[in-house]
């Protein structure tokens, strides 16, 4: 990986070391290409789509980019991607991010990161939670990215709506919870999932 990769990306594509052994599981991180081909991928997502066989190298690869299209992949024109999965008997949620191509390299085509994690066996997704208090598809991308720590203007960026209509969509969320704060939101999904 490049020098100017983020740290994050770094760290969560490492190869497990001898002293991570009691460390809880990694989550899986494969990095697709436009044609939605593995072009990178960490040890952990190779176990956990992999499983039960063990592959390394070239197999490795193949096996990952079968199980990337059967496994994850709903649409491919546009790309959609399942929320969760099974392998074997675990239960994973899959964690879609579409990038852009860097300044350097604007004529690439943008890539796609999937991060999979390991859902807990009483884990309420946010899939869940939306459908409880019948979020609308665009309330629930904003609690996503409110979830995942980003302001106001970075969630517009990324919905590609205006702050004020990111404020709207949150005063709905907030009306729907029975909240009155944005932290409110964020608390009242933590707490609706730990009750699981």
């Known amino acids: ?7 994050v990306f770094l760290d969560a594509a490492r190869e497990p070391r001898t002293h991570d052994v009691l460390a809880p599981a990694m989550a899986g991180f494969v990095l697709l290409n436009a044609e939605l081909e593995p072009i990178s991928s960490n040890a952990e997502a ?3 789509l992999g499983y039960p066989e063990q592959s390394r190298g070239r197999r ?13 992949i709903t649409h ?14 675990r239960l994973y949620a899959c964690r879609t991010f579409f990038l852009n191509p860097s300044a350097a390299n604007r004529s690439s085509a943008p890539v796609v990161a999937l991060l999979l994690e390991r859902k807990s066996p009483g884990w309420l997704s946010l899939g869940e939670i939306s459908e409880s208090y019948n979020l609308t598809r665009r309330e629930r991308q904003t609690v996503e990215l409110l979830v995942r720590g980003l302001t106001t ?12 209509t ?12 029975g909240v009155s704060t944005r932290s409110g939101i964020v608390g009242k999904i933590i707490s609706m999932r730990l009750r699981q």
Not at 1 to 7: E, H
Request: positive net charge.
């Open 166 to 177: 990111v404020k709207a969509f949150l005063r709905l969320v907030m009306i729907k919870l």
């Open 76 to 89: 491919r024109s546009p790309p959609d991607f399942v929320p969760e999965f099974t392998s074997g008997r």
């Open 153 to 164: 203007k970075e969630i517009a960026v990324q919905m590609s709506v205006s702050p004020n």
């Open 60 to 72: 490795a690869h193949s096996l990952l980019a079968d199980k990337v299209v059967s496994s994850l």
């Open 46 to 48: 190779i176990h956990i």
């Open 1 to 7: 990986m490049g020098s100017n990769m983020p740290q």
